[in-house]
């Protein structure tokens, strides 16, 4: 099937609204983890949401659909493979394709495959077959999208019963954030996206940005626009980001990202997040706005 048809088969599905799909139990949910800029911590927050999923004991697949700069197995500290070109050209089975840890199942994709280059049509169409095919063996599929507006990505996204649109304090991220909103809502009909603040500095900062996005949506297009919280800005070199990221069950960035779970998890989906088995996570509180610490202590939490 071309891309076009993969497009128009998706839209004639009409899978968009997710509201007509909350609170269904024993079904999987799909997550596309979008934002339209580039280096905002998509996949940092794709792998993030799906480790403390599966260690809250959900079935986990991460699909890295940044399919030629795939960044999930260089984050993790696994080997690169090319098996995702594999899987595109039949010459392995899902199964052989996917690395597997405990209920955490990986999708990982290339990193500079030239003939990927030439097979790229119908790379959305794949991954919803995928999807389709392997639901029944999970509770959450997470999109990691590429930075952009591809029509593939576009069409996933749309495809998927949620979309967490990660956005960053500064205009660019802003902008593009809005410019991949306004092309689902318009041309994909999609009335909902989850907005998940991240490198947060303050809780001004917070605030600002969810009023300039949240009103800029409101004024302009019939979508709603729930705000999942934020996730600080930690001053840490790249490789250490990521590591404290996945490992360390007692930073700040760890309970950030509990409490953004921790509110989608209970209010979309209707059930519970989990932690004890990650240790201290339990005891993380629930912050009831932003679930960012400020760093300038401008304005108290809660308050
Ligand atoms: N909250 C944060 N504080 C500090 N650094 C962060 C934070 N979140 C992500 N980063 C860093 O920002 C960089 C970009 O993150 P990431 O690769 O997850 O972004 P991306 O949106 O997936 O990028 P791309 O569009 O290239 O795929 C990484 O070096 C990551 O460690
Ligand atoms: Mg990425």
Redesign the pocket.
């Known amino acids: 099937m071309s891309t076009k048809n993969a497009t128009e088969w998706l839209m004639s599905h009409k899978r968009f609204d997710a509201h007509q799909l909350k609170k269904i139990p024993n079904r999987t949910y799909s997550i596309a983890i979008t934002?339209g800029?580039?280096?905002?911590?998509?996949?940092?927050?794709?792998?993030k949401m799906a480790k403390v999923l599966s260690d809250s004991g959900y079935r986990v697949l991460l699909v890295d659909f940044?399919t030629n700069?795939s960044?999930t197995a260089v984050?993790l500290g696994l080997p690169i493979t090319d098996n995702f070109y594999d899987l595109l050209s039949a010459k392995k089975s899902f199964e052989e394709c996917i690395y597997t840890e405990g209920n955490f199942h990986l999708l990982s994709a290339c990193n500079g495959n030239y003939d990927l280059l030439d097979n790229e049509a119908g790379l959305d169409k794949l991954i919803v077959d995928i999807m389709v095919e392997h639901e029944k063996e999970y509770d959450f599929i997470l999109l990691?999208?590429?930075?952009g507006l591809s029509k593939e990505s576009l069409s996933l996204s749309a495809y998927c019963d949620y979309r967490f649109v990660?956005v960053t304090p500064d205009r660019s991220s802003i902008t593009d954030s809005y410019s991949l909103i306004k092309i689902l809502n318009t041309k994909y009909g999609v009335s909902e996206n989850h907005l998940l603040l991240?490198?947060?500095s303050s809780n001004r900062q917070y605030e600002k940005l969810v009023k300039s996005l949240s009103e800029t949506v409101s004024n302009f297009l019939s979508c709603r626009l729930p705000v999942l919280g934020g996730?600080?800005?930690?001053?840490?070199e790249?490789?250490h980001?990521?590591r404290i990221?996945l490992k360390d069950a007692g930073s700040r960035?760890h309970k950030?990202f509990i409490n953004v779970l921790r509110r989608f998890v209970e209010e979309d989906i209707g059930t519970t997040l989990s932690t004890c088995k990650s240790g201290q996570d339990s005891s993380v509180p629930y912050a009831s706005n932003s679930g960012v610490d400020d760093l300038e202590q401008e304005v108290q939490l809660g308050s």
């Open positions: 934002s800029k580039g280096g905002v911590g998509k996949t940092s927050v794709s792998i940044d700069l960044n984050k990691d999208c590429p930075a990660v991240n490198k947060v996730l600080n800005f930690e001053s840490l790249v490789d980001f990521d990221l960035i950030n």
